[in-house]
């Protein structure tokens, strides 16, 4: 298909992105840049962090396919957005956005870019196709899901789901514009009533949708066959103890998860032990637990500045979710330049960790797990609301100031007047006000949907009660 334009990247402009000798500070916390922008130098305190290499990033082999994949990859839930040009409240992907993302990640080493039908509310697999489009076909692999888990919720099962799963398969071909696959993945095993098997074979074994997947597999338009992972090890011994041989398996895991998963998720440890046993090469999700990684207390940060001084909270996760052996690669969701650069620089190459500095991550484990944070990873699976709150961004602000230490405990305490100001002014500016948690009614729908398995509406109340004391400058 011949592509003009501004759908094809020329090479001049690719050339330009590489940016040779560009360098960058460390990222800010996570969202809270103003925009993407590539240039010479990202602002954060004044704080360099150096050149972003072009030829630095390290790679792991995967084993069924030998496929040089980047120790980073792009994961594509988060993409930019923007306001319709229509003037409704509606939003869009920003696909110029999107397109430099890309552009630079390609052209500092990343090659591995994972996206999924439900992500970005329906709009990441056709955004992510349009940008990787751009490139050769053997510069990046892509990875996508069979995300059947609302077709069951909505009473498919046997035919009519075997039906509308194979064309949700063929509609990601299409929307990310290529005829096969790299890695595609059975999402989101564990889920559902008990422990988690029966919708499993409901959703892959008894319909037949399996047997699809891996005839596909046999025929190169998917070249290698995993599955997510959120919730009940039962599911997970399952698909392990199947015959089935699973080229690679996608897993929750971070320093806190590694023996303190919380939620749907079970302890990274067995997870990841259960694969290196059997030899399936690991991918990474929610490195930085849906950004609390990135914005820890200010006493944790100080005890990894002991060791790596120059690091950010951010680069420490990183460095965790890579230092094992058998992690493929590690997914992150870089809505900003800044955020890929410094994940990039993290990444090229990896310094694995030491023993030092897994005793400094258990201590500040220990931090984080007596904080008052609300265990949300922004996934935004309990999204839309249908009330219209901004359900991730609530709990992202709330967290932010917990992490700040503008999470104030008592009206007497001595950064009471601060932190007061500093929470509400943040709460309007991020959140409009009609998507405040003040308009949850409590109707239960997002519950459900909740990987973490949060009661949301109750955390909903107790952080409408916390912004009404604050308003009253009332005592906690």
Known sequence: MERK???????????????AGATVTAAGLAGCSPKNSISDSVSNNGRQLGEVPTDKMTYRITPNTGDKVSLLGYGCMRWPLKQKSDGSDEEV?????????????????VNYFDTAPPYVRGLSEAATGIALSRHPRDKYFIATKMSNQRLTDQGLSGEPLYKASVA??????????TDYLDYYLLHSIGGGEGDGTPLLRTRFFDSGVLDFMLKEREAGR?????????????AYDYLLQTDIKWDFVQIQLNYID??????????????YGELDKRGIPAIIMEPLLGGRLSRIPIHAMEILKRDRPEDSAAAWAFRYAGTPGKVLTVLSGMVYMEHLQEDIITYSPLKPLNEAEYASLEQVTEIMLNAEFVQCTTCQYCMPCPYGLDIPEIFAHYNRCVSEGNRANSSGDE????????????????VPRLRQANHCIGCDRCKPNCPQRIDIPE????????VEQLKQGAAF
């Open 5 to 19: 334009n501004k759908k094809t990247i020329s090479r001049r402009d690719f050339l330009k992105i590489m940016g």
């Open 93 to 109: 992907v920003d696909q110029e956005a999107v397109n430099d993302l890309v552009d630079y990640a390609i052209a500092h080493g």
């Open 168 to 177: 949700m398969y063929r509609n990601s071909l299409e929307l990310l514009k």
């Open 222 to 234: 998917i070249r290698n066959l995993g599955f997510s992972f959120h919730g009940n090890v039962k």
């Open 258 to 271: 590694w023996q303190h998963a919380s939620g749907w998720n079970v302890n990274a440890e067995y997870l």
């Open 415 to 430: 950064n009471y007047r601060k932190a007061r100001r500093a929470f509400l002014i943040g709460y309007d500016r991020r």
């Open 459 to 466: 955390e909903m109340q107790k952080i409408d009660r916390f």
